[in-house]
């Protein structure tokens, strides 16, 4: 899904948290939005979530307005609170399809309920959660958890996967595996990935963007853009704003895509 | 020397000290009853345990020369069954009406600050009105433990609503969810074990509300008991109904708590 955004602000109050932000995510990109705590990342993935109102500017999918819900179009997985913990894994990944073919119970019964189960399992399965099916997520660890978040996030087929800090309360080594089996996914499944984080070799190693917001030395009161957009092939960069191409990036990014 | 915060009796110490109080209270009340039985034989205030004993006997196990029932049981009986239908019907009003108002902005708009204002509005004060409008029967005391819990429960769960990450919403709508659907499979389970706390919450001012409403109107029930027998001192069937009433009490709490641990396996590993 192309990702379209046109002088995009958001003040709240006084404070302008962002400006002036143009920017077109293709589809299939895997774009990490980096930069400083309160550079307005987080909130521009709200906006983007529909659970934020840009104050100016626009967006569009695929050229259509942004709805003004979420919806199933953009998936989500949160640093926490992404899984629901009344229900088991396999409940978890189950709700996708229980919302979306069972409108008024909500519960799916006979073949319908057996189907569902089969392919809830197997995407259990491919994000290697298939021996924890019957587990409540307070019995996973964290790097777990963050993978039912994602299993239960693409079970409703989303076009978008929007990550907010996914993988920022994870141990070094558990966050290695997280980040393998969402590239994989990325590839597999053809989704646009937009991913926040502030770590900026996690955005290496796995986008195929970077675009960093704020940064504009710490100065207050200033709003924050864009302030860098590396990308992988060599297109322009929107507003023909500073590239910020430290050195590692290029490097890195022509690395991944051998 | 250890500090105190971290000194933990060991398992069977545990158990001595929890009957410490309550040996201790039933040994200081058969020393306070024993010098004043001495000192005048007659005395009503502190009978003996075992005239209490024989008490119990009568009111349990002799039927009543009288109406031919056997008091305790139809006493009982008849208080549980006002008490058990006003907290169901507490419950489930402050469940629906709970989830409404805290997952619903507009309902939350018009409900909310009244709730709130209605909540401080002292149901006792209310029981005038009640006895009026309703007569002296059985709705209206059922009636007036209704109102004097449900908006408790009603703020309750309205909170706990709140409570809930709105990540936790947010997810549900990218999945599709509908708002009926994430109040069905969302917040409503989450919001059970939360409910049965509560209702636990809600045991003792119901038996307030009981025993007022008993007390005042009423031809059989705990409450009415002891009021009734007030007028005679007759200590030795107030004591053991207000022991008993306190046991029905909390054996009902024991059994709500069971309950969340069994019905709701998930809720103390998600606390």
């Known amino acids: ?258 | 020397m250890k500090r105190v915060i971290n000194i933990e009796p060991n398992q069977s110490l545990r158990w001595f000290l929890i009957l410490v109080p309550f040996v201790a209270t039933i040994v200081a009340y058969m020393l306070a009853s024993d010098a004043r039985l001495d000192a005048n034989a007659q005395d009503k205030l502190l009978p003996s345990l075992s005239t209490i004993g024989n008490t119990i006997y009568r009111l349990a196990f002799v039927a009543d020369p009288r109406t031919n029932q056997y008091l305790l049981w139809v006493d009982t009986f008849a208080s549980l069954s006002r008490l058990l239908p006003a907290l169901v019907i507490s419950v489930a009003i402050g469940l629906v009406v709970g989830v409404v108002i805290g997952l619903v902005p507009t309902a939350r708009a018009i409900f909310g600050p009244f709730m709130d204002v209605i909540s401080f509005v002292p149901p006792l004060s209310l029981l005038p009105i009640l006895f009026i409008a309703m007569g002296l029967g059985e709705t209206t005391k059922i009636l007036l433990l209704v109102i004097g819990i449900t908006p408790f429960l009603i703020r309750t769960m309205a909170m706990r609503v709140g409570d809930l990450p709105r990540e936790q919403l947010i997810k549900a709508q990218s999945l599709g969810g509908s708002s009926w659907l994430i109040a069905r499979k969302i917040v409503v389970p989450q919001l059970l074990p939360h409910l049965l706390d509560a209702a636990r919450l809600s045991i003792g001012p119901a038996l307030l509300f009981l025993i007022a409403a008993e007390a005042i109107a009423s031809e059989v029930g705990l409450g009415y008991r002891i009021f009734l027998v007030r007028r005679y001192l007759a200590m030795d069937v107030i004591i053991p109904y207000v022991v008993w009433i306190t046991f029905l009490a909390f054996v009902m709490d024991a059994a709500l708590a069971m309950l969340q641990r069994v019905l709701f396996p998930w809720f103390q590993g998600a606390r």
């Not at chain 1, 550079?39 to 983007?48: A, D, F, N, Q, S």
């Not at chain 1, 006979?110 to 307070?138: D, F, M, T, W």
């Not at chain 1, 710490?218 to 992988?232: A, V």
């Open chain 1, 1 to 258: 899904m192309k990702i379209e955004l046109e002088n995009l602000c958001k003040h709240f109050g006084e404070t302008k948290v962002l400006e002036n932000i143009s920017l077109t995510i293709e589809e299939g990109e895997f774009v990490a939005l980096i930069g400083p705590s309160g550079c307005g990342k987080t909130t521009l993935l709200r906006i983007l979530m529909s659970e934020e109102k840009a104050s100016y500017g626009r967006i569009l999918l695929d050229g259509k307005e942004l709805p003004e819900e979420p919806d199933r179009d953009r998936g989500v997985v949160f640093q926490k609170y992404s899984v629901f913990p009344h229900r088991t894994a396999l409940q978890n990944v189950l709700l996708a399809d229980e919302f979306q073919k069972a409108p008024i119970f909500g519960t799916l019964f006979g073949a319908k309920r057996r189907s569902a189960i089969n392919k809830a399992e197997e995407i259990l399965q491919s994000v290697g959660l298939g021996h924890a099916c019957g587990k409540y997520p307070h019995q996973l660890s964290g790097g777990m958890q963050q993978r039912l978040a994602i299993a239960q996030a693409i079970a409703s087929k989303p076009r978008v996967l929007l990550l907010d800090e996914p993988f920022g309360a994870l141990d070094a080594h558990v966050k290695q595996e997280v980040h393998a089996l969402v590239r994989k996914l990325w590839r597999d499944v053809a989704l646009t990935i937009v991913l926040v984080t502030h770590d900026v070799s996690e955005a290496e190693s796995l986008a195929t963007r970077i675009i960093s917001i704020g940064g504009h030395g710490g100065e207050k009161d200033r709003p924050s853009g864009i302030s860098g957009d590396t990308y992988l092939s060599s297109d322009p960069t929107p507003n023909g704003e500073v590239v910020v191409a430290p050195s590692g990036y290029l490097h890195s990014l022509q690395a991944l895509s051998n």
